[in-house]
T-cell receptor, first 114, second 111 residues
Framework: DAEITQSPRHKITETGRQVTLACHQT?????MFWYRQDLGHGLRLIHY???????NKGEVSDGYSVSRSNTEDLPLTLESAASSQTSVYFC?????????????FGPGTRLLVL | QKEVEQDPGPLSVPEGAIVSLNCTYS??????FMWYRQYSRKGPELLMY????GNKEDGRFTAQVDKSSKYISLFIRDSQPSDSATYLC???????????FGTGTKLQVIP
């Protein structure tokens, strides 16, 4: 069955370190998204991609970067981790027959920045 | 003003009750309306999706859209303990516009 996976599921890091969160989908979807979820803010879009080599900034992109070298993967990099980036991060993909509205979410990565 | 407003709850109801979850939005350009369900420590999953004003039914769930009032609702009939989750509304304008999520309403159905 097609799926979307994220790794690691939990991560503790220190302020100033570079961190990369992986996202891998086997839906063959063109569209991929990274969100962070915080209490009181809901899901906020960080970056998104509509295809290979395409990347776009979302509403909270400062301090984050992504690159899309193939259809399946969209890694999210925190350039220099800050305590404000402690959050739960979700990757999602959409496209194909299900249409752009049906976003399939990964299980999430819980990141703690000390 | 936020693009989408959603009462965070929590909402606690007895098993078998009818549940009403609501969102309001500010931009009349929004055309696509979704409801996602998120269980604790899991990713959201799409529950309902509708394009037009009116009602859409799927089993015990009914999604209602009132574009004139910019108001969307999700009704759950005969609520079950397994419905206990956070429900997020989501909306999108046409084309390649991004999806905007509400903050979510936490629902607890008590046996």
């Amino acid at each position: 069955d097609a799926e979307i996976t994220q790794s690691p599921r939990h991560k503790i890091t220190e302020t100033g370190r570079q961190v990369t969160l992986a996202c891998h989908q086997t839906w063959n979807h063109n569209n991929m998204f990274w969100y962070r979820q915080d209490l009181g803010h809901g899901l906020r879009l960080i970056h998104y991609s509509y295809g290979v080599h395409d990347t776009n900034k979302g509403e909270v992109s400062d301090g984050y970067s992504v690159s899309r070298s193939n259809t399946e993967d969209l890694p999210l990099t925190l350039e220099s981790a800050a305590s404000s980036q402690t959050s739960v991060y979700f990757c999602a993909s959409s496209g194909g027959l299900a249409g752009p509205e049906t976003q399939y979410f990964g299980p999430g990565t819980r990141l703690l920045v000390l | 003003q936020k693009e989408v407003e959603q009462d965070p709850g929590p909402l606690s109801v007895p098993e078998g009750a009818i549940v009403s979850l609501n969102c309001t939005y500010s931009n009349s350009a929004f055309q696509y309306f979704m409801w996602y369900r998120q269980y604790s420590r899991k990713g959201p999953e799409l529950l309902m999706y509708t394009y037009s004003s009116g009602n859409k039914e799927d089993g015990r769930f009914t999604a209602q859209v009132d574009k004139s009032s910019k108001y969307i609702s999700l009704f759950i009939r005969d609520s079950q303990p397994s419905d206990s989750a956070t429900y997020l509304c989501a909306i999108r304008a046409g084309g390649y516009q991004k999806v905007t999520f509400g903050t979510g309403t936490k629902l607890q159905v008590i046996p």
